[in-house]
């Protein structure tokens, strides 16, 4: 941590106490964000932190701000802010309440340096993402990325169907990736969106009559162009009886979200994207490749937000991993329970059981 001057304390008019204090809280918060899983691999955090305590230190002592010059994306508006959280909290569990105008000093000097971080837009939007209004920033970003990709969506499949003028069929597969990618960025803004919201929501609130067969082929129709341009074939097979009662949309999403997964890590072979009835009323739902398969050491955190790739190249499904957090979560929703089978020369099988009593239409 950085070295402090207790003789150039004097300057600042501060008791030692209150200093022994602000340094204790420093490196409360420092040992804290260490401790956290997901920062386990920033090494230079030792080295931004100590820019940072040089500044208040700077601030407090010559009085006067001094500029902290540190890489964007560097935590230090986070470090600043929970140093001066462990600070106050410290001042509140002393028996003997501190000098008012001492304790000012430091808070300014705090203050000073959060100013100067935050003319830093990068650092300005990393501390808003930290903060209690971080969730709605994320939600409003994910808000104004539907709206334009909404219009990409529905440009793309006016020119694919031909309404605006006949099209080649190279320009209907190209309109069809067009359409596949604007559509895996669609929703992956939903995902931010609808984890924001608990992840669980069912669109219908009641069980509705459906079709099984008629949301295998919207996921084929959606997914298709993708395929086409891998070579690989994606399979559908659905149950027996076809007119079921559930949540159908619920259902899309999830089938989906696992299907482009599949289609992600496949170079060769097929998707199979199957129904299986295993009662009269209960259907077991499944999506197959013929991929790589998932190495164990990805199992164990398959379904957690954010998780992070141990190196460049390794596997994982995206570094968000919001899709499968949520899947599972509608599954759950549903009533069934997400799983997964893996292996190096099968490749991988998720596959959850869905309760859908028939119904003679829909």
């Known amino acids: 941590m950085a070295a402090w001057d207790v003789h150039a304390a004097q300057r600042a008019d501060v008791p030692p106490s209150l200093l022994d204090a602000l340094r204790a809280a420093a490196l409360a918060a420092y040992a804290e964000w260490g401790a956290e899983p997901e920062n386990t691999d920033s090494p230079d955090v030792a080295e931004q932190f100590d820019a940072v305590l040089a500044a208040v230190w700077t601030a407090l002592t010559e009085h006067a ?4 010059r540190l890489p964007p994306g560097s935590p230090a508006r986070v470090l600043l802010d ?18 008012g105008g001492a304790l000012l000093r430091v808070l300014r000097s705090l203050e000073r340096v959060a100013t100067e971080l935050d003319r830093d837009p990068a650092h300005r939007f990393a501390g808003r993402l930290e903060g209690p209004q971080g969730l709605e920033l994320l939600v409003e970003v994910a808000h104004d990325l539907r709206s334009p990709l909404a219009s ?19 320009q209907e597969r190209q309109l069809g990736l067009i359409y596949s990618a604007a559509f895996g960025l669609s929703a992956l803004a939903s995902d931010v969106i609808e984890l924001a919201r ?26 298709q162009p993708m395929a086409e341009e891998k070579g690989i074939t994606v399979r559908l097979s659905g149950p027996d009886a076809d007119f079921r009662i559930g949540h159908p949309a619920a259902l899309h999403r999830v089938l989906l979200n696992l299907t482009t997964n599949a289609l992600k890590f496949t170079a060769e072979g097929f998707v199979e994207v199957t129904g299986e009835q295993v009662s009269r009323t209960r259907v077991q ?21 954010f998780r992070r790739r141990a190196k460049p190249g390794d596997y994982a499904f995206s570094s968000a991993g919001l899709g499968l957090v ?8 549903m009533g069934g329970e997400l799983a997964v089978e893996t292996a190096p020369d099968y490749g991988t099988r998720f596959h959850f059981v869905l309760d859908l009593p028939l119904t003679s239409r829909v």
């Open 65 to 68: 701000p001094c500029p902290v």
């Open 82 to 99: 929970r140093a001066r959280s462990a600070f106050l909290a410290r001042m509140e569990s002393l028996p003997a309440p501190p000098d």
């Open 285 to 305: 739902f499944a999506v197959r490749d013929t991929g790589r398969g998932i190495p164990p050491d990805v199992i164990a955190s398959l379904f957690e937000t």
């Open 152 to 170: 990409v969506l529905f440009l793309a499949e006016t020119l694919r169907k031909g309404q605006s003028g006949p099209v080649s069929p190279v």
């Open 198 to 223: 608990g992840g669980d929501r069912l669109v219908e609130r009641n069980p509705v009559p459906f079709a099984v067969s008629s949301i295998l082929r919207a996921v084929h129709d959606i997914v």
């Open 326 to 333: 949520i899947c599972r979560k509608l599954v759950a929703a």
